[in-house]
């Protein structure tokens, strides 16, 4: 049966209604702080702004801290709930995305860490270009995949899935192009390096927003397409009401 | 191919009124009901109910109260012989005999088809004469053999190591979880191959509870077992297969894995989840 954002505010208990509604708003908050790293962890590097990147790198714990606190509700909600169906659904994918929230937040460290090495070497910002379209790329993703979390959006999520494979060959090519810098000038190998771990975690924040579109239809329909390429997917029969 | 398919995953689409697990075959069934309606005098229990019972795996039915799962399994061992009230349309099939046949023996028919009620009911007599109760009934056996049984009987029923000291005590000296136990015992000593249970742990501890589950668990590789009860959870941690009834009508009728993780209907899905109808 598929489920809508309203589905978990249905229960006779009005206490269960609202602790499955804490997880949500908890988890969006998560998701809406770990955006706000990655977008200013790359506006350090590209404004060359030292400590925007330090506070960048002091707030992850503050990530940390959400995914903990979060956990210990959905330990709490298993616990003394014995959730079923989508109830079930919906605590399992929130302990999933909360992970995939963190490793977020510490790609978005380490952005941050290399923004850091890229600004006191200070030469050039070879590369930058690209760093600026894959964060915007990669931001759009996850803005959607909370976006679909939150309204229990299938669409949306079969979206984000397929914006994945747009990401992956946008990071190629760059990965392509700052190859060439690198051997027209040697010199320039530790920085490019720096920049290249930079595009290789905006990369792996794509992957974990695409984890993230994933649990949403998991969540609403029950059916798990982690390890599915998109071009398996049956969106007729994921679409369909059901 | 798609890697995953929904078909795959999910019962078969079926009318809102479901028949059966298309999955089970008629060959692995124990039992099968077919168009089975039931009604107390005015009243209409059982609406047309059409399902098979998987041999060797626990099936439990749940729904709300009065949706008539308790009448459904009361059916299956013919209890509502007793009361002149009761009409009945359709077949039950045990083991490829209608059991309402002209040739079937009700009493034989009830070793076959065990039953264990909410409330323990052990006779007032001791533990040991409670198992043998009904192997005196059937006779034939000399002591020796029947011991045999009666140690068998307690083993099975996971109840020998607390009792066997103290056979020839009253069965009301034990607590109310190895009553319930006993009186598995009893049902098991004639040999039965259908055993039904009606919320058989409801009057009972957790760790009676458990015990029961557990034994449950246990006697599926030699029997088939039919459960009722109003703790989902229950039904969640020990069935294979769960039906839903509601206002006598199968609603949905599904492995219990499936069932409790994505049920197909809403109907079934507010009623596990505890939400308004």
Redesign the interface.
């Known amino acids: ?1 598929d ?1 809508t954002s309203d589905t978990h505010s ?4 009005k206490q ?1 209604n609202h602790e499955l509604e804490e997880l949500k708003t908890h988890l969006m908050a998560m998701g809406g702080l770990v955006e706000r790293q990655i977008q200013e962890a790359v506006a350090a590097l590209l404004d060359g702004d030292s400590r925007l990147a330090e506070q960048v790198r002091d707030n992850d714990k503050a990530v940390n801290n959400l995914q903990i606190k979060i956990d210990e509700e959905c330990t709490r909600v298993l616990a003394r709930r ?8 919906l605590v399992l994918a929130v302990i999933r995305a909360t992970s995939d929230l963190e490793r977020i937040g510490d790609e978005a460290s380490k952005i941050a860490r290399n923004a850091l090495t890229l600004i006191e070497a200070g030469n050039g910002n070879k590369g930058f270009v690209e760093v600026r379209h894959i964060s915007e790329h990669v931001r759009k993703m996850l803005r959607d995949a909370l976006t679909a979390f939150a309204r229990f959006d299938i669409d949306l999520a079969l979206a984000v899935v397929h914006e994945d494979d747009a990401v992956d060959s946008e990071y190629t090519s760059a990965m392509r192009s700052l190859m060439t810098f690198m051997m027209e000038d040697p010199r320039s190998i530790t920085s490019i390096l720096s920049v290249m771990w930079i595009l290789r975690a905006l990369e792996r924040i794509g992957d974990h927003a695409d984890n993230l579109a994933e649990y949403v239809i998991y969540l609403v329909k ?4 982690r ?3 998109p071009e ?3 969106e007729a ?2 679409k369909s009401k ?1 | 191919m ?5 078909e795959t ?2 019962a078969p689409e079926a009318p809102a009124k479901e028949s059966a697990i298309t999955d089970i075959p008629a060959a692995s069934s124990a039992l099968e009901i077919e168009g089975l309606t039931l009604s107390y005098g005015e009243a209409t229990a059982l609406k047309g109910l059409t399902l098979r019972i998987p041999r060797q795996r626990v099936t439990a039915f749940i729904g709300p109260s009065g949706c008539g799962k308790s009448t459904l399994l009361r059916a299956l061992n013919r209890l509502h012989d007793l009361n002149e009230t009761v009409h009945r349309q359709g077949t039950i099939v045990l083991e490829g005999e209608e059991i309402h046949a002209p040739g079937i023996e009700v009493a034989e028919l009830r070793r076959r088809v065990g039953m264990v009620f909410q409330a323990p009911n052990p006779f007032p007599m001791s533990i040991y004469e409670n198992v043998a109760f009904g192997l005196r009934l059937q006779g034939g056996l000399k002591r020796r053999q029947r011991d045999e049984v009666i140690e068998w009987a307690l083993s099975s029923a996971a109840l020998w190591d607390e009792v066997k000291d103290r056979l020839h005590d009253s069965a009301w000296s034990l607590s109310g979880g190895q009553q319930q136990r006993l009186v598995i015992a009893r049902t098991l000593a004639v040999q039965p191959e259908v055993l039904l249970l009606d919320e058989p742990a409801s009057a009972l501890d957790p760790i009676s509870t458990l015990k029961i589950e557990e034994l449950i668990r246990n006697l599926k590789s030699r029997l088939t077992l039919v459960l009722v009860t109003h703790n ?2 229950q039904a ?1 941690r020990v069935s294979d297969y769960t039906a839903y009834l509601h206002g006598g009508e199968l609603v949905e009728y599904a492995p219990t894995d499936q069932l ?7 109907q ?3 009623y ?5 109808t």
Request: proline share 8%; no cysteine.
């Open positions: 049966m489920i249905q229960h006779i208990s269960f014995q959730p079923a169906a989508s109830d079930l659904r029950g059916l798990d397409i390890h599915t390429s398996d997917l049956d029969a994921l059901g | 798609p890697v995953f398919d929904p995953r999910r989902m959870q969640a409790f993780t994505n049920p197909r209907l809403a079934t899905e507010n596990i989840t505890g939400r308004m």
